[in-house]
């Protein structure tokens, strides 16, 4: 029997992380595993579309609009210290349109998409409660990933004389941002219940947590 979309792109997003980090382990690799970051980031946003049966115009609005709204939100987190802190990216996450990666905000839909679709699993009513604990989720999403991308200098922070210890405001404005972000996922009424996004997000925290634990270099 042919497998389901789904279950290729749920194939994909397992294998892919596990690839990367085997590569991460590997010091030899570990040099070319960081330039194909953006390119694995990009891979996961067209799984996600890929992984839907029929094309949706509303999951293709809500996508623009949060990668447009991730991308503005950094802009202004970098140039104007609005939100997150004072902090900078380098180079891993490539090309770079006023110090911001464009691919940054693909990054934002991948979060909001995975943690959105997982609440959808885990609280199937009351969708004020699936916003709140969703942004929660997200947080700790960012707790695992700080430790891992600034040593990998994905990002770096300009405090404290440490460019590796994010300020609690990063923390703080994520939760707001994530809010408001699982807010438009809830409104856009596109097809929700995808397994691709549970996978996804275990992924992601796998992904992180692995590679802070386990790399003694990171």
Request: charged share 15%; proline share 5%; glycine share 6%.
């Amino acid at each position: 029997m042919k497998p389901t979309k789904e279950v290729v792109s749920i194939a994909i997003v397992v294998l892919f992380h596990l690839v990367g980090i085997v590569g991460f382990y590997t010091p030899a690799l570990k040099p070319f595993f960081l330039i194909l970051v953006p390119w694995f980031i990009l891979l996961m946003a067209v799984v996600i579309c890929y992984s839907h049966d029929k094309p949706d115009i509303k999951f293709a609005a809500f996508a623009i609009l949060i990668i447009l709204l991730g991308y503005g939100i950094e802009w202004r987190g970098v140039n104007k210290h609005t939100f997150f802190g004072n902090y900078g990216y380098g180079e891993p996450l490539g090309i770079k349109f006023d110090d911001v990666p464009i691919i940054i905000g693909f990054n934002w839909l991948l979060i909001t998409y995975s943690v959105g679709v997982s609440m959808r699993y885990l609280i199937k009513s009351f969708f004020p409660l699936r916003i709140l604990g969703g942004a929660v989720l997200m947080v700790f999403l960012d707790m695992a990933i700080e430790p891992v991308a600034t040593r990998l200098d994905y990002w770096h922070w300009h405090i404290y004389n440490s460019q590796l210890n994010a300020p609690t405001s990063n923390y703080i404005d994520w939760f707001f941002v994530s809010l408001a972000f699982l807010t438009i996922f809830e409104l856009f009424q596109f097809k929700k219940q995808n397994r691709l996004g549970l996978v996804l997000l275990g992924a992601q925290f796998a992904f992180f947590i692995l590679l802070r634990w386990a790399v003694h270099d990171i």
